[in-house]
């Protein structure tokens, strides 16, 4: 569909992480009416409807990836088949007939159980404000016996989470993200990769009572398969009028929500 400059102008001042699904959606609407281009009092049209729908949900639940799903150089993982299970899970738990006994009335979408997946700890997708977040991980270590001393490593950390010594690279955990960008320039594999898999975040939200989610561990794809099924039971149990799970959390106290999580 062609759209009109001004039309594209104002595109522009969607956040560019959900700007290609605000076109989407615009087109799709647009061409439901038969409008062949976009122009600015078109695009002003599509905005209001749409965000008129969206404040209903539609659904009591919502999965979601980001770009690195689409060839991204930054991705450590391939996840569109464990976001399909993720999702089948959330459909086989009745999310949404949950939600509606719990809220007593029409759903908006802040009642929306969110899930969410990054590629990479990047994390382009915002996945930090979701209940249920993961993000693409290696871990590493490192064989001194390899390294030429060449320094690549240390350089290309933007954590500045690597220090090379007389015996070679020291990867500080607390501070590395696992982005494996030292992985990759390594000229000789003195950095090796022991996992590639999750970092499983949980209770994220927005709001008036915001709150980032907190990492509760490194998973495979099956365990956070696992990890999402325990959430949900725990979730369905402490819920009390609709609230996300960050304010469950809270409420339970995260050692205690730790625990039970324990799969």
């Known amino acids: 569909m062609d759209w009109e400059r001004e039309a594209e102008d104002y595109l522009k001042r969607v956040p560019f992480f959900v700007r290609g699904k605000v076109k989407k959606e615009v087109e799709r609407y647009l061409s439901s009416k038969g409008i062949e281009k976009v122009t600015l009092a078109d695009l002003l049209e599509a905005k209001q409807v749409l965000v008129d729908k969206m404040s209903q949900a539609e659904r009591g639940y919502e999965v979601f990836g980001c770009f690195g799903m689409d060839g991204c150089p930054h991705a450590l993982t391939s996840s569109q088949e464990l976001l399909k299970k993720l999702e089948e899970i959330l459909e086989v738990e009745g999310i949404i007939n949950f939600l509606k006994d719990k809220v007593k009335g029409p759903l908006k979408a802040h009642h929306k159980f969110k899930v969410g997946l990054a590629e990479c700890p990047n994390a382009c997708s915002q996945i930090q404000i979701t209940d249920f977040c993961l993000h693409g991980v290696v871990l590493l270590e490192v064989d001194p016996k390899a390294c030429t001393f060449c320094g ?82 725990i979730y369905k149990n402490f819920n009390q009028k609709g609230e996300r799970l960050g304010t469950i959390i809270e409420r339970i106290g995260w050692d205690k929500f730790k625990k039970m999580v324990k799969v």
């Open 152 to 233: 690549a490593c240390e350089e290309v950390c933007e954590e500045a989470a690597i220090t090379l010594t007389d015996y070679g690279p020291i990867i500080k955990e607390e501070i590395c993200v696992g982005c494996g960008h030292c992985l990759k320039i390594c000229p000789k594999g003195a950095i090796k990769e022991t996992f590639r898999g999750y970092k499983v975040y949980l209770g994220g939200k927005l709001g008036r009572h915001p709150r980032l989610a907190t990492f509760l561990g490194h998973a495979t794809p099956e365990e956070t398969i696992k990890i999402l099924k325990a959430v949900l039971k």
